[in-house]
């Protein structure tokens, strides 16, 4: 009874009010005033509320017009059609016979098409339907470019026609709701399901497919882009070896130039001949529908316009860059450099750093600086984890000449070509099958290895260390040590090309796209144009493959941007597929599908870290978790996805990874580790003998600058080497334990391997329903 009558007061409202609102009532009436705010200041607080507004309705109106053009450019009469692709989700569907219903809904008799494009003009809009057959991956990926069927790439509209479904309406519901059931995980939300056992059934399918708004990905709208309806070719008689191309189809997303390079896919990039500009062979005005047309009148192409490439605005096919090789020449100095080199050798004279004994003027070029405060007076100067020797005559210690560095590094780089080939074993096609099972085993073993012992080697006993890993330097800091990424560059390196502002680069490159796009129509041909493309200078076995009458998937050409077909280092952000359980290697060969492109290269594994200018090399792609692929090839200007295909000794190809295009950066930084262990022997509170490490007294001065570390934690440094088979003493930071283990870690940098052959045949490599617009 209390509580009904407590007296509840009114929430005061100065919790809405501004702050210098509720101090109002503190000041005087003659500084009220003052602190009014003016005439001026609302009447431009009101001018901007007005400007925003306008602002807000100028953006709307441009998004309205946007949407309202791209729905009239999709279903106007001047639009490319509209592609659908059959895939069957059982091999005992009929794909033939749901293909011919769909071309001839728009006649009455039912006759048998003479192409797999028809015009509808009831529904307002032309259809190309295209069957992918069942169990070639390739075969339908090549179709999924452009229709993206697969959710790595971007799955576009979707639907499901079900066949052979019961007369009875209940049973009828029943299948249905199972296959929704079965499907409706695998599928985009928004996917429908619709009977497809008679023409009604497929009329309904057709109403509802006209009204849907087809979802595009981002890449595939960037780039104009051509299904060829026939592809044929014209030997070339002055270039033997060389054919023209000739591909006939609707262009579509974007105008085409003759004047842009178009790749092939699969095929590789070529220069345009020329473009006819031939009549619509299926036109909407047309009173009599395609499948009365003779088969004459379909091969009939009549040229209405030939647009010719400009010399002067062609872009050129420059894949590799030509390295001059007088570029590294050196020219006499002058009178001023001589000075001025006289100069800093003065003044290098005066600074002088203690090196430990044995240490060579190469090795002084990437050792730690001692900071230890019982063996060196320098502790107070600051080290960004490199120090460089200036006596030269040091360089003669412990025979460490110039020629003893050369041979380490001959020694190094054989190691470490011979673990390349190791890799490349599995790519040669003479290996037996029990060789080949052998491989597997060997990199099965070797992955388990890495996850147990990550990045741990061991030092070979006959083999000095210094000399097997004397392309190895020691960091201090992996984040904070500096790493010049223009120092020792592979001769690959001279191959590839490089941006100043690849930003900038994309934005004028995407920019040149919409000038063709409202261009001059004298070299270029608008989007739903029906175009033949001439293709010159193209290998005569590969026309002939793509030509072949067997193969019923079309040919994809697609327009590429500028400087998309020079090579460089791409990098993509990458992931192991759940379905794939064999282990991936760096180096070895896989079939990269990015966008329009398809290409083979060997990737390079490595991590990404965001605060950090270095990466570390991966040996494997582990499940799980991102890493980043940088592979040699042609470059590409993101976002676009990517699919990575294995195949495995005649096997058809496995989907391995998925991912997309994250940068093209040569200067990315990828450094593979190594660690050198080895256990106590005897300890003494934070000192402690140490074996195993290395094998004789001189490989432990020559490491001595390099800081150790244990897998409990504790840091320290080597102080000496104990005896003739290469123990050492070494000082910790802490007190040691005798089950540690003394590690040391050493870093060089790592590049991807150059792909002997980037495009090569599909059918090399494949020896081996849904609908989707």
Not at 270 to 278: E, P
Request: net charge neutral; charged share 30%; with cysteine.
């Amino acid at each position: 009874m209390g509580g009904a009558r407590t007296q509840v007061n009114k929430a005061h409202k100065s919790r809405f009010a501004s702050k210098a609102s509720r101090q109002i009532h503190r000041t005087s009436r003659t500084d009220k005033s003052r602190i009014a705010k003016p005439d001026s200041h609302r009447a431009a607080v009101k001018g901007a509320r007005a400007a925003r507004i306008q602002r807000s309705k100028t953006i709307r109106n441009e998004k309205r017009a946007a949407l309202l053009k791209e729905k009239r450019a999709s279903t106007g009469s001047a639009s490319p059609p509209r592609v659908v692709v059959l895939f069957d989700l059982s091999s005992s569907t009929n794909l033939v016979k749901v293909a011919t219903d769909l071309l001839t809904l728009s006649s009455e008799e039912d006759t048998k098409p003479f192409s797999n494009t028809v015009a509808f003009p009831t529904y307002k809009f032309r259809l190309t339907v295209l069957e992918a057959p069942h169990g070639d991956l390739l075969s339908c990926m090549e179709m999924a470019k452009c229709l993206s069927i697969f959710r790595a790439i971007g799955l576009p509209s979707t639907a499901v026609l079900i066949r052979d479904l019961p007369m009875d309406m209940k049973r009828k519901q029943e299948l249905k709701k199972i296959c929704i059931s079965h499907l409706a995980s695998e599928l985009p939300e928004d996917c429908k399901f619709y009977p497809a056992d008679s023409k009604e059934d497929l009329h309904k399918f057709m109403w509802l497919f006209k009204e849907q708004s087809l979802s595009c990905p981002h890449w595939r709208n960037q780039r104009p882009y051509l299904m060829s309806q026939e592809a044929s070719l014209e030997p070339d008689e002055s270039n033997p070896g060389t054919c023209s191309l000739l591909l006939s189809g609707y262009v579509r997303a974007h105008s085409v130039s003759v004047n842009q390079l178009v790749h092939v896919s699969g095929a590789g990039d070529f220069q345009l001949g020329r473009i006819d500009v031939l009549k619509d062979q299926c036109p909407m005005s047309e009173r009599k529908s395609s499948n009365s047309m003779d088969a004459d009148d379909m091969r009939d192409f009549q040229v209405i316009q030939t647009l010719l490439p400009d010399p002067m605005k062609q872009e050129p096919l420059v894949v590799e860059n030509v390295p001059d090789p007088l570029a590294g020449e050196q020219t006499w100095p002058t009178e001023a450099e001589i000075a001025e080199a006289d100069i800093n050798n003065k003044e290098q004279k005066l600074i002088r750093k203690k090196l430990p004994q044995g240490t060579s003027d190469y090795q002084a070029a990437w050792i730690l600086e001692d900071t230890d405060d019982e063996d060196s007076d320098n502790s107070d100067e600051e080290s960004d984890g490199m120090v460089l020797d200036v006596q030269k005559d040091q360089t003669t210690q412990d025979g460490s000449d110039n020629s003893d560095v050369d041979e380490c590094q001959l020694i190094s780089e054989n190691f470490d070509d011979r673990t390349e080939a190791d890799t490349e074993m599995a790519d040669e096609e003479s290996l037996t099958k029990e060789q080949i099972e052998a491989e597997i085993k060997k990199i099965k073993e070797a992955y388990a290895d890495d996850q147990e012992f990550p990045d741990e080697v061991e030092t070979p006993i006959d083999v000095p260390a210094k000399k097997r890993f004397a392309r190895y330097r020691g960091l201090k800091s992996f984040r904070t040590s500096s790493w010049d990424p223009k120092e020792s560059l592979p001769p690959e390196y001279a191959r590839i090309f490089a941006f100043d502002n690849f930003a900038r680069t994309q934005k004028n490159a995407l920019a040149k796209v919409l000038d063709i796009d409202e261009g001059s129509v004298d070299d270029c041909a608008p989007v739903g144009s029906y175009v033949r493309l001439h293709l010159k200078h193209v290998p005569l076995d590969l026309a002939t493959r793509l030509c072949q009458p067997s193969k019923k998937s079309p040919v994809v050409a697609c327009g590429l941007l500028q400087h998309e077909s020079k090579m460089s280092v791409l990098h993509f952000s990458i992931k192991k597929h759940d379905s794939y359980d064999a282990p991936i290697k760096s180096k070895e060969m896989f079939s990269f599908h990015m966008g329009f492109r398809q290409f083979f290269a060997r990737p390079l594994f490595s991590s990404d870290d965001l605060n950090c200018d270095k990466h570390k090399m991966e040996r494997f792609l582990h499940p799980g978790r991102f890493s980043v692929a940088s592979v040699y090839a042609p470059i590409s200007f993101p976002p676009l996805p990517l699919i990575v295909l294995k195949t495995q000794h005649g096997e058809p190809p496995a989907l391995a990874a998925i991912g997309s295009l994250k940068c093209v950066d040569p200067d990315r930084i990828i450094l593979k580790k190594i660690i050198l262990t080895g256990y106590p022997q005897r300890v003494s509170k934070s000192k402690a003998i140490v074996r195993y490490m290395f094998h004789t007294p001189g490989d432990v001065r020559w490491f001595k600058p390099v800081e150790i570390w244990t897998k409990c934690g504790r840091r320290g440094r080597i102080k000496e080497p104990v005896g003739t088979h290469g123990a050492l003493k070494c000082v910790f930071n802490g007190v040691i334990q005798q089950h540690d283990t003394v590690c040391m870690s050493l870093y060089k940098r790592a590049y991807p391997k150059w792909p002997e052959q980037c495009y090569r045949s599909c059918d090399t490599i494949s020896q081996s329903g849904m609908v989707s617009a």
